[in-house]
């Protein structure tokens, strides 16, 4: 369907509304996210999500072509740049986008069956590093991530871009969200990982933190990895909650990495060799 207004009503998902808002759209079930590039539509598309329309340029129709005719009657937007760009507010330089239905919740447990090595991400509320963190997850053998109440939207627009679209391909779950009368269950649900034989360590240089090297640590079969904010790092209460400490030494001079940078050094230090 071309498209010649920018106020079309048929595509104010794509312009008006901010990723809150297409969480909480009331005529879905979970609510909707943006997939942004080709690429990562059709990583959705392989996630098994669901798509309520396309957006694209004149020039990626053909391209899609094959998208399209796997999904008959999801509606195909397209126009000239010039009213795509008025729409969306920026160039369509990343080819297509999709409004695809947001997957029902996993829980913990869904998350956790099978999974050796997992991340849990206390706070980590930076869209950015939580998708550089997903794309480490999925390239380097990472089986499940946890997102703690206070952390960013794996399914918000910039997380997905970042993680290229791995946030669909490696399962997550919210840890530690507030019970029916408000009380928050974290960090009191990292016992969970516990019962279900995981060693539950922080990355982080604390005082008593072991090195990421020490041969003991390759020999824990569950390991869930807790890995914190920039600023604040992992919290007191989660440090104390967790059974071990993990630092990456540091140069002289240097009192930290990003988390994204230091997930993926822990990952791939961490992976399972079983
Ligand atoms: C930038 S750090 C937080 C600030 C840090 N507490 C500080 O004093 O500079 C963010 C997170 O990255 C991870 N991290 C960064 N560098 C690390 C290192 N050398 N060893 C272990 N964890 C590290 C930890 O999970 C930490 O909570």
């Given at each position: ?32 996210y943006?997939a ?12 098994g999500?669901?798509p ?24 195909v ?75 960013a ?34 960090p ?5 990982l516990?019962?279900a ?51 990456i ?26």
């Amino acid at each position: 369907m071309e498209l010649t207004d920018a106020d079309d009503p048929r595509v104010e998902v794509y312009s008006r509304l901010t990723d809150a808002a297409l969480r909480r759209r009331q005529d879905t079930v979970h609510g909707i996210y943006l997939a942004e590039s080709s690429q990562v539509v059709r990583r959705a598309l392989a996630a098994g999500h669901t798509p309520r329309s396309f957006f694209l340029a004149h020039r990626y129709l053909e391209s899609m072509a094959d998208v399209f005719a796997a999904h008959p009657g999801v509606p195909v937007y397209t126009g000239t740049d010039q009213v795509l760009e008025q729409i969306t507010g920026f160039h369509l330089h990343r080819g297509a986008l999709a409004a695809m239905d947001r997957p029902a919740p996993r829980t913990v447990d869904e998350v956790l069956a099978g999974a050796r090595r997992v991340a849990i991400l206390e706070n980590v509320s930076d869209h950015t590093n939580l998708g550089a963190i997903f794309r480490s997850a999925a390239g380097l053998g990472v089986d499940a991530v946890l997102v703690s109440p206070e952390s960013a939207d794996p399914l918000y627009r910039r997380s997905i871009r970042v993680s290229m679209g791995t946030v669909f391909a490696v399962p997550w779950a919210r840890i530690g969200e507030a019970d029916g009368r408000g009380r928050s269950a974290w960090p009191a649900e990292l016992d969970r990982l516990r019962r279900a034989g995981f060693t539950v360590a922080a990355l982080e240089l604390s005082d008593e933190a072991i090195p990421l090297d020490d041969p003991d640590l390759r020999g824990h079969e569950r390991l869930a990895l807790v890995l914190g904010a920039e600023g604040p790092g992992v919290s007191p209460a989660t440090l104390r909650s967790c059974d071990l400490h993990v630092a990456i030494p540091m140069a002289p001079g240097v009192d930290s990495l990003n988390v994204a940078a230091a997930s993926a050094v822990a990952f791939w230090e961490l992976r399972s060799r079983g």
